[in-house]
């Protein structure tokens, strides 16, 4: 799905064509969408599965296609796939003062601050989901990983293994590595300062597959997005989203321990 079309970009300071913006958000999105709404539902008649299992692997498969076109994307713009080349290019190094643009280990502090705000955000969002949603907005049977708090799980530990693979694709090499690696620093050129803003607005929209989460996800990824370009770093934002990734992993363990269901 990637745009032959497209004209390369190599310049440091280089930034994308809202089209290009667009193609690239379009070429995660869609399959998320296909394969949550149209291969599922499919599936799920013919598979002897766990909906909710189905559900996941359908997902994460969709998150692998993300690191990979990603990937794509990137080897094309800078014409490697070396470490010192990408880490600039997607943020991953030390943040930047928002003023000087130069590398402060000490900035590292500011995680702090920004994982109090993001817990307080994620609260308000649980608190409100159901008057910010709406009865229309519920998810449906077999698609919140929630759902498979069932005792029928219980000592099946490779799910463990399913819920680190996730996370790995989810807060690093899928979502994060598109949109805070591969977007964030070349939206700028099209937004200016409303970047960030932007950048979450698209993050956001590409849940289709998980749309009874829509208003949730905007207000929770705000700090993200935003962290990551004050101070063009990519580990903010990872750290921040990988909170979500702690808790699945402690709700997966209890399951398969048999502590819940």
């Known amino acids: 799905m990637v745009d032959s079309a497209i004209p390369v970009v ?3 300071t280089a930034q994308y064509s809202l089209r290009r913006i667009l193609l690239i958000w379009l070429a995660a999105a869609a399959p998320m969408g296909l394969l949550a709404w149209v291969v599922w539902p499919a599936l799920r008649v013919r598979v002897p599965m766990h909906p909710g299992m189905l559900f996941w692997f359908l997902m994460i ?3 692998v296609w993300q690191c990979v076109l990603s990937l794509l994307v990137l080897r094309k713009e800078l014409g490697t796939l070396r470490w010192s080349t990408l880490a600039p290019r997607i943020w991953a190094q ?3 003062d928002p003023e000087t643009g130069r590398a402060r280990v000490r900035l590292w502090w500011v995680l702090v601050p920004l994982i109090a705000v993001f ?3 994620t609260l308000l969002a649980d608190w409100f989901g159901p008057f910010l949603g709406g009865r229309w907005l519920s998810a449906p049977q077999g698609t ?4 498979l708090a069932d005792p029928q799980f219980a000592g099946q530990w490779w799910i463990l293994a399913v819920a680190v693979v996730s996370s790995v694709f989810n807060y690093l090499l899928g979502e994060e590595l598109l949109f805070r690696g591969v977007l964030l620093p070349r939206m700028r050129g099209v937004f200016g300062r ?3 803003f932007v950048n979450n607005v698209l993050f956001t929209l590409y849940h289709v597959h998980k749309f009874w989460v829509l208003p949730s996800v905007f207000l929770t990824s705000l700090p ?3 962290a990551a370009a004050r101070y063009r770093t990519i580990w903010f934002s990872v750290v921040l989203h990988g909170i979500e990734g702690i808790v699945l992993l402690v709700m997966v363990t209890a399951v398969v321990g048999g502590l819940v269901g």
């Open 224 to 226: 993200f997005s935003w």
């Open 94 to 96: 030390h943040p930047r």
């Open 119 to 121: 817990g307080v955000i």
């Open 194 to 196: 409303a970047d960030w």
């Open 144 to 147: 919140d990983v929630r759902q």
């Open 61 to 63: 498969l969709g998150m």
């Open 10 to 12: 190599r310049p440091e």
